[in-house]
């Protein structure tokens, strides 16, 4: 690890891989370089840029895309600070955003009536996993001249590659499945073609990831495969379970047949479905509470993509930003509760779900 903030320079600076000086760390670190490396391998991209957090990383995004007027499309669902950063944008610095019901249709329908400069989507959105059919919509944007930027977070690189579909950038929070361990704050862009211009926008904003998250990043990456395979195929497990739970309402879970967008996540993703799924219980506020004060190896807390399962309340966490109108008309609702899972072993998540759900 290169845990220092300046490195020597006799004349003219030492260049890294990039082609860029090596000379100051908010500008460029070998060891965030080949983290960086290995995500741009992962994704199938030509370059990629480490960040101090996936908001950082989506911020320095926007701030380079954007100017005053220009009109960014994203999905009504989406990670609510994702959706606090873009309506600031437009409150501060006049940038139009315009909000579409997170569907297929509804996504193409609005991209090709407005003709926007930025199209963001989520591969799965947040809380209630719908699937968008990423070929259709990056095929849509890019037929108008559009730039589309995927976040990739739910899904990871195991699942799919939207770079390979044509989007321009892919974003991760890499404090979830990249770093894998809930012990580490970061973001990653990745870019389909080697963009110096956003390098230097990283370097004037001072978002770089430092040396000892990256060595982090790197240690998590390399059991990303293993991990996130295992947590999909517990997470389908946990989720027919609670689908048969006589507490249980509903389960949000794309890899379920009764999921509103299963064939598409089938189609798109391989037969996994990833680690996240969302359920509605039979009561309110009070039985949410009840469950999650009720738990004895599922944690209460609003993250996910760890070794840990973990479970969130969505109103009071990452959706509490979107607008009371928009989480009824998504469902994110009172009686949701999301749950990622984790590496445990898969009877244990079971039987603490079970004991938890008898609360109410």
């Given at each position: 690890m290169y845990l220092t903030a300046v490195f020597e320079q006799v004349g003219e600076a030492r260049k890294s891989d990039r082609g860029v000086d090596l000379k100051y760390a908010r500008e460029e670190n070998p060891t965030v370089r080949a983290f960086e490396r290995i995500m741009a391998s992962l994704e199938a991209g030509a370059d990629a840029l480490a960040f101090n957090s996936g908001m950082a990383s989506i911020s320095t995004l926007s701030v380079y895309l954007l100017n005053k007027d220009d009109l960014l499309l994203t999905t009504k669902e989406a990670y609510g600070a994702t959706l606090r950063l873009f309506s600031t944008l437009g409150e501060k610095f006049g940038v139009r955003l315009l909000k579409a019901y997170p569907a297929t249709e509804a996504v193409v329908e609005a991209v090709k009536a407005a003709r926007p400069k930025v199209v963001f989507v989520?591969?799965?959105?947040?809380?209630?996993?719908?699937?968008?059919?990423?070929p259709e919509v990056v095929k849509a944007a890019k037929d108008l001249g559009a730039v589309v930027v995927v976040d990739n977070t739910f899904a990871t690189p195991v699942l799919v590659n939207p770079l390979s579909?044509?989007?321009?950038?892919?974003?991760h929070s890499a404090t979830k499945y990249i770093a894998g361990h809930n012990d580490v704050v970061g973001g990653v862009v990745v870019t389909r073609n080697v963009d110096k211009d956003l390098w230097t926008y990283r370097a004037m904003l001072g978002g770089i990831m430092q040396p000892f998250e990256a060595f982090l990043c790197m240690r998590g990456a390399k059991t990303l495969f293993p991990r996130f395979e295992l947590q999909s195929k517990n997470a389908k497990a946990v989720a027919e379970f609670l689908a048969e739970h006589s507490k249980v309402k509903e389960v949000l879970y794309p890899g379920l047949p009764t999921h509103r967008d299963h064939e598409t996540a089938k189609k798109l993703f391989g037969g996994l479905y990833g680690g996240v799924l969302s359920f509605r219980i039979k009561g309110?506020?009070?039985?949410?509470?009840?469950?999650?004060?009720?738990?004895?190896?599922?944690?209460p807390s609003?993250?996910?993509?760890?070794?840990?399962?973990i479970a969130t309340y969505p109103v009071l966490s990452a959706?509490?930003?979107i607008p009371p109108e928009d989480r009824e008309e998504l469902g994110i609702t009172e009686d949701l509760i999301r749950l990622s899972v984790g590496l445990e072993d898969v009877e244990d998540i079971i039987e603490d779900l079970d004991q938890a759900l008898s609360s109410i």
């Open positions: 989520e591969t799965m959105t947040n809380p209630t996993l719908k699937v968008l059919d990423m579909f044509g989007a321009d950038y892919v974003v309110g506020r009070p039985e949410v509470e009840r469950v999650l004060s009720s738990f004895k190896l599922i944690t609003p993250s996910l993509g760890g070794t840990e399962t959706a509490s930003p």
